[in-house]
């Protein structure tokens, strides 16, 4: 188990720093009605970890327009806190997906999602977080790229620990995106990553197996390494350590936001010291939850009750 304690931090619960696209998912379902659902992978998360019990920070920006009040108004509702929403003059992000027919592919309207820069308060609260967790948006625009670079100095600085979702896509990419080169160095810093197999041809740029991959990966000193593999599971690597966990999923109605919920299910395990296999678990449950449900929000039980679940089945 990788030990979470760090004497300079108080006891309390868990506390994320999470920075990204906080956005609306417009989607077109197989009847050609069109929804307009509360998105972004970030957000996501900082919306399901509140609900188990953990104190998120999420850190996105805004347009000052009908879907950037939607997205506030919605965080709100949720009780978490929008001390680190910045808003922008620009248009608020939307990514719209079609349903209709065939794989859903996504298409990307970006906006404001970039337009975040450093504050104090941003780098006090990172110093005072257990984890500063990031996607891939903030690292193809500026000026949140420099501002997120800023914030893993100051987390790796402070003992933070420092979480990557590398949810790749080309769409995002643009002439300020952080070069492959640059990319593999900042992986060097990273303590935890949670890449798809998707996720690792988008990065390496080739088409590999598993093991493969998770060399690649491993040759980073990157302490954990989650890679997700669908109806295959989960393949871990800790300190170099692999195992296999079998997926708990048994009904798909949706998959979106089963791998944010799979995300949140994990830190309740790893941020209050359990071993990884429990928080393997906790992560798979909460990810099987997400896949019968609709839209990116996962409702979600007590920690306690989902705790008490995984106990049944895994060995402390």
């Known amino acids: 188990m990788i030990d979470m304690t760090n004497p300079n931090k108080p006891h309390r619960s868990p506390k994320l720093f999470i920075m990204g696209e906080c956005l609306v998912d417009i989607v077109v379902d197989p009847f050609g009605k069109q929804h307009r659902l509360f998105g972004g992978s970030p957000a996501n998360i900082a919306v399901n970890t509140h609900q188990l019990g953990m104190n998120p920070i999420i850190c996105s920006a805004l347009g000052r327009d009908e879907h950037g009040e939607y997205l506030f108004q919605t965080l709100k509702a949720r009780s978490l806190s929008t001390d680190f929403i910045q808003w922008s003059k620009l248009r608020t992000s939307k990514v719209e997906m079609n349903q209709t027919g065939g794989s859903p592919h996504p298409t990307f309207f970006r906006g404001c999602d970039h337009d975040l820069t450093l504050t104090d308060a941003m780098i006090d609260a990172v110093k005072a977080a257990d984890v500063l967790h ?3 948006w903030p690292l193809t625009r500026e000026p949140a790229k420099k501002t997120l670079f ?3 100095d100051v ?3 402070s003992g933070t620990k420092i979480a990557f979702d590398p949810n790749i896509h080309p769409d995002l990419m643009t002439d300020e995106t952080i070069s492959q ?3 593999f160095a900042l992986l060097s810093k990273v303590d935890v990553i949670k890449p798809s197999l ?3 041809y988008r990065l390496f740029g080739e088409r590999a ?3 493969t991959y998770m060399s690649r990966f491993e040759q980073f000193g990157i302490d954990l390494i989650l890679m997700t593999l669908g109806k295959d599971g989960v393949f871990v690597s800790e300190k170099g350590h692999r195992s296999h966990y079998p997926t708990h999923a048994r009904t798909v109605i949706d ?3 089963a791998g944010d919920a799979f995300w949140s299910g994990f830190y309740g395990g790893y941020l209050h010291g359990r071993t990884i296999a429990f928080s393997v678990a906790l992560a798979q449950t909460t990810s099987a939850l997400a896949l019968k449900q609709i839209g990116a929000i996962t409702d979600l039980p007590s920690l306690e009750f ?3 679940y995984v106990e049944k089945d895994v060995k402390l």
């Open 306 to 308: 989902l705790t008490a």
């Open 150 to 152: 800023d914030l893993i």
């Open 155 to 157: 987390a790796r600085e």
């Open 198 to 200: 998707d996720d690792a």
């Open 134 to 136: 990031f996607s891939y």
């Open 209 to 211: 197996d598993k093991e």
């Open 181 to 183: 080169e640059a990319l």
């Open 255 to 257: 998959s979106t936001g």
